[in-house]
């Protein structure tokens, strides 16, 4: 399997060494491909558990609807993500998974874990840890959407993107391509669309970021993590207790 064309690849290696059969391994999990244009709903709240989804291209979002209809997303996604480890060990999915621009996917059985479980014990040990992580930082977004002002938790989502999009593109410096609507942005940190529209611009006034188009550069990186306690949960693991296969 060629690296380049494989973001999953790139952010398994990120932390451990992938020999052949790792690799063999994760390319069955990509063999099929699937493509969608923005606004689809890939599955819904309450459809059958039956397939995971490694991310290939674009964006998507996780969200449930509360019970008078405004949406809360949970989850972004974008390359090298795999989605659906949430509900693997359940029935019926908890969430609607939709799709903010055009995506390519590469959707398998979550019974395909089986080979990996079998025959790769530190591969599963890499996955369960990459799962267990994302917990921690499920807390770390309670918190901030919790605890913390507009414009803390608009640093917060661009500090945690830029971390994770850096695992997949090493040579990402400070600038992101963010294909999210103000809407969005809005859902996902519990604040309308008009908070964050406000607090974009008082952000570039107070020269933290620049905008162009959907691109975002953050020009005092160091200012927003300390604005905000930021604690990079993706660019070091602990793999000392992985098996050594």
């Not at 709240?45 to 998507?60: F, I």
Request: hydrophobic share 40%.
């Amino acid at each position: 399997m060629d690296d380049q064309s494989s973001c999953l690849v790139t952010k398994l290696s990120h932390y451990i060494t992938l020999d052949e059969t790792h690799r063999e391994q994760l390319a069955s999990l990509e063999k099929a491909e699937r493509d969608f244009e923005e606004g689809v709903e890939i599955y819904q709240n309450g459809d059958a558990a039956r397939d995971l989804y490694v991310v290939k291209r674009g964006w998507l979002f996780s969200y449930t609807d509360l019970p008078d209809g405004r949406r809360q997303i949970v989850k972004i996604h974008h390359p090298g993500d795999i989605i659906g480890f949430p509900d693997v060990a359940l029935k019926h999915m908890t969430t609607t998974l939709r799709t903010s621009e055009a995506v390519t996917l590469c959707p398998f059985p979550k019974s395909s874990l089986d080979v990996i479980l079998r025959e790769s014990p530190r591969l599963s040990a890499l996955l369960l840890s990459i799962g267990l992580r994302d917990q921690v930082v499920f807390i770390d977004l309670l918190r901030a959407m919790g605890r913390m002002k507009a414009q803390e938790r608009v640093a917060y989502m661009v500090l945690d993107l830029i971390a994770r999009l850096r695992i997949t593109n090493r040579r990402m410096t400070d600038t992101i391509r963010l294909p999210l609507t103000q809407s969005q942005i809005g859902d996902y940190l519990g604040l309308t669309n008009v908070y964050i529209s406000r607090t974009l611009i008082k952000m570039e006034e107070d020269g933290y970021i620049q905008r162009i188009g959907d691109r975002l550069r953050i020009l005092r990186e160091d200012d927003l993590a300390d604005m905000t306690d930021f604690n990079n949960r993706y660019a070091d693991m602990d793999t000392s207790w992985f098996p050594e296969n």
